[in-house]
């Protein structure tokens, strides 16, 4: 049999599971190449050896996206498989049109041939958008668990920037682990959160070998919880969806893939933020959930924010500072910092760009709507040494930290500055507690509690 020659697609994530997935040891089909996009310094590196399998002794190339109708050609690839998420529809379909244009079938994997089973318990907690507050809900759910007694292990959706065979899988239990696995800032928001309340969270490479790690733990598993990124779908087979909806983007919930696809899937919506959103864009939110899945148990939510110090900020010009990967392909133009900024009176929001330098400067040429906040971008010590001199340089009274990590842990910010803080609180009833309840009662999980 002609074996099919394939382009995977992606980011540096969602691609290589479904590599592992769908295609490492198919012998109908030949992977090419990975493309990618969206992650800094991802192109010109390789899937290695070591992680593709028997069938790709010599490792797998990985590509800018801009290259792909040359690759196309230039292999003559039969199927290119679509890999990553937090994208809208149009975009979607305008590289469906490059692909095809070149010659090549275009394709996307569903649950059915990537979602992994485990042994135990999951519950998957995604979102229809980046940003719409995913894990400060994961968080909410680990919380509830663990109050029963229940040893509970997060895990993260991929972000391997680094070295992707020691980065297979990855066990973070203290702060101490982020600098062991020299994580990218991007990591360190998603995971010092989970370490800091004394629950352990995996991520890594290669999802089946972590889900049995962790259904292995050492100090002990019950239930896991997948704690996704973007707008990616589980990889994992769930037992209970909860999927998170932003109404400061009302509308995206039914216009961004897999965003709606988890929309479809979820057994329970999360409506955050209600407390910062306008009403008639709420509404919004709640008939295209009753469109799409009028079966899903709806959860009112807010972000209520809090800071270490009002007074770095009350009457000073600020400089904010977010998550980045919200601002960036996430299109946020309000987050917790500039929430926080004008909740305790801050009497200017400076604008960063004047003051931008080296790779920060590419970021917003690559996502020019980016606006006047500053994303904290760290994906390499350049980027981390750029976020440090251009927050140094700018002609404001203080900072505001807006990401969800201890910035100055890592970089050294040498004005004054405060953290921004924000959990999930529902907004009247069912509750979270309720569903996890539920949840426990369901898998008799009481019987594992000494």
């Not at 958008?129 to 007694?149: D, N, P």
């Not at 931008?356 to 760290?378: D, F, H, R, S, W």
Request: aromatic share 8%; with cysteine; proline share 6%.
């Amino acid at each position: 049999m002609t074996k099919k020659n394939v382009i995977i697609i992606g980011a540096a994530g969602r691609d290589f599971h479904n590599f592992n997935t769908y295609f490492r040891d198919n012998s109908e089909y030949n992977v090419v190449a990975f493309t990618a996009a969206q992650i800094p310094d991802i192109d010109g590196r390789k899937y290695p050896k070591e992680l593709a399998g028997a069938l790709y002794p010599e490792g797998i190339p990985i590509y800018a996206e801009k290259d792909l109708p040359n690759l196309i050609k230039e292999h003559c690839i039969d199927d290119c498989v679509f890999s990553y998420s937090d994208v809208p529809y149009k975009r979607v379909m305008n590289i469906s049109a490059i692909v095809n244009a070149a010659g090549s079938n275009f394709k996307l994997l569903g649950p059915g041939d990537t979602m992994i089973k485990s042994q135990k318990p999951v519950i998957s907690v995604v979102a229809t958008r980046t940003g719409c507050g995913k894990s400060q809900t994961s968080r909410k759910v680990i919380e509830e668990l663990m109050a029963k007694g229940l040893k509970v292990i997060a895990i993260r959706h991929p972000m391997p920037y680094g070295d992707l065979v020691a980065q297979r899988v990855q066990r973070f239990a203290t702060v101490q682990d982020l600098k062991k696995h020299e994580c990218t800032i991007e990591e360190m928001e998603e995971y010092e959160p989970h370490v800091s309340r004394g629950n352990v969270i995996y991520a890594g490479v290669d999802y089946e070998a972590i889900v049995r790690a962790a259904e292995q733990d050492p100090d002990g598993c019950d239930v896991i919880i997948w704690d996704g990124g973007n707008n990616d779908f589980s990889f994992y087979k769930p037992d209970l969806t909860i999927t998170v909806a932003d109404p400061h983007r009302p509308g995206a919930e039914l216009s961004y893939y897999p965003g709606e696809v988890n929309l479809r899937m979820a057994d329970v919506v999360v409506i955050n933020k209600m407390d910062s959103a306008a009403p008639e864009d709420i509404q919004t939110v709640r008939e295209n959930i009753a469109f799409a899945n009028s079966k899903a148990l709806v959860i009112d939510g807010a972000s209520p924010i809090r800071v270490d110090d009002p007074e770095t900020i009350r009457g000073k010009r600020v400089l904010i500072v977010e998550d980045g990967p919200t601002l960036t392909h996430g299109e946020m133009k309000i987050g917790a910092g500039t929430i926080a900024a004008r909740k305790f009176g801050a009497i200017e929001e400076i604008d960063a760009r004047p003051y931008l330098v080296g790779k920060l400067k590419e970021t917003y040429q690559i996502y020019p709507n980016i606006g006047n906040i500053l994303p904290a971008m760290g994906y390499s010590d350049e980027q981390l040494k750029d976020l440090e001199t251009t927050i140094n340089a700018c002609d404001c009274d203080a900072v505001i930290i807006g990401t969800p990590i201890d910035l100055n842990r890592i970089i050294n910010i040498k004005k004054p500055n405060t953290r921004v803080y924000y959990d999930l609180e529902e907004i009247g009833y069912p509750k979270l507690s309720d569903i996890v309840t539920k949840f426990v009662e369901n898998f008799h999980l009481e019987e594992h509690v000494l």
